[in-house]
């Protein structure tokens, strides 16, 4: 396997149009085009004729995850604004779902816009209305570290959640590539209409296009729909500054997956098709969290469930098959009666990367110079270009609200 931490992200650079971007999504979400990628061959259609052109014998496996408002804005005394970006939890949380539930108070890392404005030891305050009652939210300056800010959160209702506080207070954290503010259609527009669970700051944008008619076309040809959860951080905006990725971190970002779903993958013979890079990094994780496995229980060490790091399939061993590997993953799991593995991947899929799970991907189309496209690239080669050219030579539309692709390698 090549060693991507030797690449440029420059090689995977292109030329995007700033009228190319779709800063709104369109009025019906299968109405969106679709490219299809299938073996070198590139054809065209709507989304809403997808379910005709998967192959006969595909498993679709969705990211069910929900963005919540995670952009609270307070209101100095002095009248200037400071933004607090929710990005993740604290440490001292085991994961995401148990941080959202803390009643009364809660500590989240964040991104602060006017940070400079923010004095130490300055409490930050918002009245809040619910069900008629005022609630005060306070935010206090814990620490900085690089890049980020952890924050305590309080409010004086202590019955309520944090996400119900989110729900109160936030506003829905737009890509910063759309330029504008949150409007109320993006309440429902940049949710995928199977979300479910709270815990990201960005769509998975694939699945904004599927809409209960192509589920239900699905059913009728027989093509089996699975879910998986990755939450998705900020980190997915990030851009790759460094020269080489070596000089590139992932945010790790937290998965969640049924046992059930990974004894699926492992008995199933179908085409796995990922919607969505999230859920084709998650899938991804499953044979790396599963050769970690295998290699701590010959080794007798009972700790807990490892995680998986961007450099991992490029250090560790890749030579047990899928079956070795998920097996492997479900005996420990039941050795410690767990029902889901909830855990947290900072992989990185790049050019040279060897897909285990995953047999093909639908994806909308990427910024320039990300690591998005570096996974498109280690699917489909060099033919990204051809992909990219095609799409913005016939007029297709670009990042989170824009048009996508169906990529059949296999």
């Given amino acids: 396997m090549n060693d991507p931490r030797l690449l440029s992200i420059q090689d995977y650079n292109y030329s995007l149009p700033e009228e190319r971007i779709a800063r709104y999504p369109l009025d019906n979400r299968d109405d969106s085009r679709l490219l299809i990628w299938n073996k070198g061959g590139i054809t065209e259609t709507l989304y809403r004729h997808i379910p005709s052109h998967l192959p006969a014998d595909a498993m679709l496996i969705f990211n069910d995850t929900k963005v919540v408002e995670a952009r609270l804005l307070f209101k100095k005394p002095t009248g200037g604004l400071i933004e607090i970006f929710c990005l993740e939890p604290h440490e001292s949380y085991a994961?995401?779902?148990?941080?959202?539930?803390?009643?009364?108070?809660?500590?989240?890392?964040?991104?602060?816009?006017?940070?400079?404005?923010?004095?130490?030891?300055?409490?930050?305050?918002?009245?809040l209305s619910f069900r008629d009652t005022e609630i005060e939210l306070s935010a206090e300056f814990l620490e900085k570290r690089p890049g980020i800010f952890a924050i305590q959160l309080q409010w004086s209702d202590p019955s309520l959640t944090f996400a119900e506080i989110l729900h109160l207070a936030g506003d829905i954290p737009l890509p910063p590539y759309l330029a504008r503010e949150t409007e109320e259609k993006d309440k429902e527009r940049y949710q995928t209409i199977y979300a479910r669970?709270?815990?990201?700051?960005?769509?998975?944008?694939?699945?904004?296009?599927?809409?209960?008619?192509?589920?239900?076309?699905?059913?009728?040809?027989?093509?089996?729909?699975?879910?998986?959860?990755?939450?998705?951080?900020?980190?997915?905006?990030?851009?790759?500054?460094?020269?080489?990725?070596?000089?590139?971190?992932?945010?790790?970002?937290?998965?969640?997956?049924?046992?059930?779903?990974?004894?699926?993958?492992?008995?199933?013979?179908?085409?796995?098709?990922?919607?969505?890079?999230?859920?084709?990094?998650?899938?991804?994780?499953?044979?790396?969290?599963?050769?970690?496995?295998?290699?701590?229980?010959?080794?007798?060490?009972?700790?807990?469930?490892?995680?998986?790091?961007?450099?991992?399939?490029?250090?560790?061993?890749?030579?047990?098959?899928?079956d070795e590997a998920l097996s492997s993953l479900l005996n420990w799991m039941?050795?410690?009666?767990?029902?889901?593995?909830?855990?947290?991947?900072?992989?990185?899929?790049?050019?040279?990367?060897?897909?285990?799970?995953?047999?093909?991907?639908?994806?909308?189309?990427?910024?320039?110079?990300?690591?998005?496209?570096?996974?498109?690239?280690?699917?489909?080669?060099?033919?990204?270009?051809?992909?990219?050219?095609?799409?913005?030579?016939?007029?297709?539309?670009?990042?989170?609200?824009?048009?996508?692709?169906?990529l059949l390698p296999a």
């Fill in 334 to 406: 039941k050795k410690r009666k767990m029902k889901r593995l909830i855990t947290r991947t900072r992989l990185l899929i790049a050019p040279g990367y060897e897909f285990r799970i995953v047999k093909g991907l639908i994806t909308n189309f990427h910024q320039p110079a990300s690591t998005l496209l570096l996974l498109v690239s280690a699917l489909i080669g060099d033919d990204w270009r051809r992909v990219y050219s095609y799409a913005l030579e016939n007029g297709f539309r670009f990042l989170s609200y824009g048009d996508g692709c169906l």
């Fill in 95 to 127: 994961d995401i779902q148990t941080a959202m539930m803390q009643q009364g108070s809660v500590k989240w890392l964040c991104l602060i816009g006017g940070a400079s404005k923010w004095k130490s030891g300055q409490v930050l305050k918002k009245q």
């Fill in 197 to 322: 669970e709270e815990g990201s700051v960005a769509a998975p944008t694939a699945g904004l296009h599927f809409t209960e008619n192509i589920f239900s076309e699905l059913s009728e040809m027989k093509i089996p729909v699975e879910h998986l959860t990755l939450h998705v951080g900020a980190g997915t905006f990030q851009p790759v500054k460094a020269e080489t990725m070596a000089g590139h971190l992932m945010h790790a970002e937290w998965i969640d997956i049924s046992i059930e779903l990974i004894e699926k993958l492992k008995k199933s013979v179908q085409q796995v098709i990922a919607v969505g890079t999230t859920s084709a990094r998650t899938l991804e994780s499953l044979y790396w969290l599963g050769g970690k496995c295998k290699w701590l229980d010959e080794e007798k060490n009972n700790s807990s469930i490892p995680e998986v790091d961007q450099w991992d399939p490029y250090e560790m061993e890749g030579n047990i098959t899928k």
